[in-house]
């Protein structure tokens, strides 16, 4: 199998254009094995960051109806989509915006349609996005559009190390009211189904995160606790889950709970991440789980102060890409 994926640079003027030209180069791509990298980009744009970087880049036009072929090194398959504008590293122009969720948007149709194996994001910028008037909350929330899903979920991993969340991007003062019974259940579903089937996890055990300090401390410090998770959790192992808590995430986050956990479920972003971002920045994968189609992104943003100048991290991307690579043979087998 060459498994085929498709590569979405995201935001023109940021960095990701850079680690397109980074990720043909010399193989850069950290995986060893044969695999067909197919950008859906400007090809111009492409060879613009090329050319700043002093690397060699060929662009190979994509065809969808021949055979998968391994990408040689030095080059990048390119489904051709056009910028309105040309791009200024470090410089949003909204004019722009509607030419990333297209090239999003049709990624996500080729998973759809099969002629992808797996789909792999670069940053995007949601700020510019929603000025040129359009709505956008994330690459997550336009995927589960697209497929037609009612819920998919959010998961960050590095090394051994699994978080996924139950809110996303949230003020903090919405969390509270947003962790539904129905939410949680929902997302613990599709977490324990993904681990399951994408990550052949025989028997998942998921460690669940208290949304209060100390999980509440009996209902002194909030009742969510009592009143929603428990519930929820106690529901869920009656179908047979391997859940562990609801426990206080700085109880969680330690080895020797994590050493009896496949993945930890934290009650909103800044609970979980944190300590995901510390284990593995510049090479920690984000994975939207509940699709019916791979889909894995780099854990990083647009860096626009230091697009165009050579330094991005390839890092990320390269795990990114790796992981979609694996998830795409193991659905294979």
Do not use: W
Not at 29 to 36: F, K, S
């Amino acid at each position: 199998m060459i498994p085929r994926i498709a590569f979405t640079p995201g935001e023109p003027a940021g960095i990701g254009p850079e680690l397109a030209v980074r990720l043909a180069s010399s193989r850069a791509n950290g995986h060893r094995g044969p695999v067909q990298i197919v950008a859906l980009s400007d090809p111009d744009l492409l060879a613009e960051a090329a050319e700043r970087m002093s690397l060699p880049l060929k662009l190979i036009p994509f065809d969808p109806d021949s055979a998968p072929a391994d990408t040689p090194d030095g080059s990048l398959y390119v489904q051709p989509i056009t910028l309105a504008e040309p791009a200024t590293p470090g410089r949003l122009n909204p004019a722009n915006a509607p030419y990333v969720v297209d090239t999003l948007r049709t990624a996500a149709r080729g998973c759809l349609q099969r002629r992808f194996d797996a789909l792999v994001t670069g940053p995007v910028h949601k700020g510019v996005i929603n000025e040129a008037g359009i709505p956008f909350s994330g690459h997550t929330e336009l995927f589960a559009e697209v497929a037609g899903v009612e819920r998919v979920v959010m998961m960050l991993a590095a090394e051994e190390l699994r978080v996924a969340l139950v809110t996303t991007h949230l003020p903090l003062k919405d969390v509270s009211a947003a962790i539904t019974s129905e939410r949680l259940e929902q997302t613990i579903l599709v977490l324990h189904r993904s681990l399951r089937d994408q990550f052949r996890l025989s028997e998942p055990r998921i460690g669940v995160c208290g949304l209060n300090p100390h999980a509440g401390e009996g209902g002194h410090l909030g009742r969510e606790e009592i009143e929603v998770i428990e519930p929820a959790l106690d529901k869920l192992r009656a179908l047979g889950l391997h859940l562990l808590g609801p426990l206080p995430a700085d109880t969680l986050f330690t080895p020797p709970q994590l050493a009896r956990c496949d993945a930890v479920l934290a009650m909103y972003h800044d609970q979980g991440l944190p300590v995901l971002k510390f284990k593995g920045f510049g090479h920690a994968v984000n994975i939207t789980l509940g699709l019916p189609f791979i889909r894995t992104s780099v854990d990083h943003g647009t860096a626009l102060n230091i697009a165009g100048q050579n330094e991005a991290d390839c890092g990320s991307l390269r795990a990114a890409l790796a992981q979609a690579v694996q998830l795409a043979e193991l659905r294979a087998l």
